[in-house]
């Protein structure tokens, strides 16, 4: 059973855009540094979840994807999404570790994706309705667009299992 | 610069140059342990895709990590990684035991990685000076253990940071009859590839 449900599961690689409508079931494997940013509308039931590297680009990349840069990644899930329930939307975040620990001189990757994730957000007013990041454990997450159940794993922990139907379908009737 | 650049010339250097350091440090761990490991050839890794492709299947096995930046004339990041059962089989050679899961992970069992990693990166560092005349020293080596992905993609998120694309050196080294395996990366900054080039002579 649990292997059918995760033939289903569509994961965003490093760095990748993963878009799901009415239902469908989006997800990120091994998150360190980087962070999962999902974006939910609740009015026309699709989803949209990028797997996201770095904060913003330094200097010209040619080879960037969209969902490599914070700064890319969320005009992006915007526009995949469309345009006319813009206000309704909700963020799930989930990432942005520092796994390596006693690090000198640590570049903070993992805490300035999630800065530059926030302030994207706020700038746009969109709520985060799930977060989990930061820490110094990886992660791996699943979340399932039919029934709003968000599975999250960490090493060594058995995995959490969160419905967000009602913390995502609230706003919406609020927004 | 990125493999297609790199000349098949500078590969094979690279490779070798790789090999040389690796067998150093391999050397230092089969004197640490006893125990006789088998080198890989090494394998120079294009990485300038958003795609990594992970070595270690399943992306969410357990793995023991360590890095270290090395400062110098060769700057760059160099990096062991065992499985979760190899790092058991090292802990149990060189202490007599080994945490059974995550929980019993302490202080002792990290600072013993960091130490073979010490020594392994040290004695790799060696080698590479000794065919350069370059001046390298390494910062002591950070612990992780974690999922292999989330512990292989901060690497590679972290030395792409600064620059577009990336050369990698992968080597394995492994015990044929123990189950055992490690990975080691070196991830040098581009602009000092060319250094090290020139200090060959090719």
């Known amino acids: 059973m649990l292997q059918v449900v995760r033939t289903e599961v569509q994961l965003a690689g490093m760095g990748e855009i993963k878009v799901a409508r009415g239902a469908g079931v989006l997800g990120c494997i091994g998150l360190g540094s980087c962070v999962g940013v999902l974006l939910y509308d609740p009015v026309a039931a699709a989803a949209a979840l990028a797997h996201v590297m770095l904060p913003e680009p330094n200097g010209a990349d040619p080879n960037a994807t969209p969902g490599k840069y914070a700064t890319t990644a969320l005009p992006a899930l915007l526009e995949l999404l469309g345009t006319p329930y813009a206000s309704q939307r909700k963020a799930i975040l ?33 709520p985060i309705v799930f977060e989990d990041t930061g820490g110094h454990h990886g992660r791996s997450f699943e979340f399932d667009l039919a029934s709003g159940q968000l599975t999250l794993r960490k090493v060594g922990e058995p995995p959490q299992v969160r419905n967000l139907s009602h913390a995502l379908s609230m706003l919406a009737k609020a927004g | 610069m990125t493999t297609t650049e790199l000349s098949a010339l500078r590969q094979d250097a690279l490779r070798e140059i790789g090999n040389i350091g690796l067998g150093g440090a391999v050397t230092a761990l089969s004197d640490m342990t006893g125990v006789l490991f088998t080198l890989e050839v090494p394998e120079v890794l294009e990485l300038n895709t958003t795609q990594v492709h992970f070595v270690f299947p399943p992306e969410e096995s357990l793995m023991v990590g360590t890095v270290a930046r090395v400062e110098g004339d060769w700057r760059g990041e160099g990096a062991f990684l065992f499985p979760w059962e190899s790092a058991q089989v090292l802990w149990r050679i060189l202490t007599g035991t080994a945490p059974a899961d995550l929980s019993e992970l302490n202080e002792l069992y990290e600072s013993v ?90």
């Open chain 1, 94 to 126: 989930i990432g942005g570790a520092e796994v390596f620990q006693n690090r000198q001189n640590t570049l903070r990757i993992g805490a300035r994706n999630v800065e530059k994730l926030h302030e994207l957000l706020q700038a746009r007013r969109i």
């Open chain 2, 113 to 202: 990685i960091r130490e073979v990693a010490n020594i392994m990166l040290g004695n790799f560092l060696t080698a590479i000076t000794q065919m350069t005349q370059f001046e390298l020293h390494m910062e002591p080596p950070a612990f992780a253990a974690d999922m292999a992905a989330a512990l292989l993609s901060s690497l590679m998120v972290e030395a792409l940071h600064d620059q577009r694309e990336l050369i990698a050196i992968e080597t394995r080294f492994s015990v044929p009859d123990q189950h055992f395996e490690g990975l080691f990366f070196y991830l040098p900054e581009t602009g000092s590839l060319q250094k090290l080039f020139e200090a060959v002579g090719i």
